[in-house]
Nanobody
Framework: QLQLVESGGGLVQPGGSLRLSCAAS????????IGWFRQAPGKEREGVSY????????YYADSVKGRFTISRDNAKNTVYLQMNSLKPEDTAVYYC???????????????????WGQGTQVTVSS
């Protein structure tokens, strides 16, 4: 049974950076597509970034394009989300999720992801 644990969240000033990690156990992560999602208070959960099983294909929501970078180290069974130039509107709980499958495609349907981490809080405030 795949388990995901996010870490790296915290409080950061506007313009700052954080790197989130999503560590997997119980299964080999290179057999899964990965997505990062976030949910701000009072808002619906939204997709932030996605990566194919090999890491060769990535996608970013317009709101984070050019500021966030998703990557994966399958040897370490870990996926990362590097977040730069953070804005107050990036404040949310960030979740990583996995959908089983391989190939250079992206899974952008949130409901296709059936393995979720517990989330990590990111707060951007001065």
């Amino acid at each position: 049974q795949l388990q995901l644990v996010e870490s790296g969240g915290g409080l950061v000033q506007p313009g700052g950076s954080l790197r989130l990690s999503c560590a997997a156990s119980g299964a080999t992560l290179d057999l899964y597509y990965i997505g990062w999602f976030r949910q701000a208070p009072g808002k619906e959960r939204e997709g932030v970034s996605y990566i194919s099983s090999s890491g060769g294909v990535t996608y970013y929501a317009d709101s984070v394009k050019g500021r966030f970078t998703i990557s994966r180290d399958n040897a370490k069974n870990t996926v990362y989300l590097q977040m730069n130039s953070l804005k107050p509107e990036d404040t949310a709980v960030y979740y990583c999720a996995a959908a089983e499958g391989t190939g250079d495609i992206l899974i952008v349907n949130m409901f296709a992801y059936d393995n979720w981490g517990q989330g990590t809080q990111v707060t951007v405030s001065s």
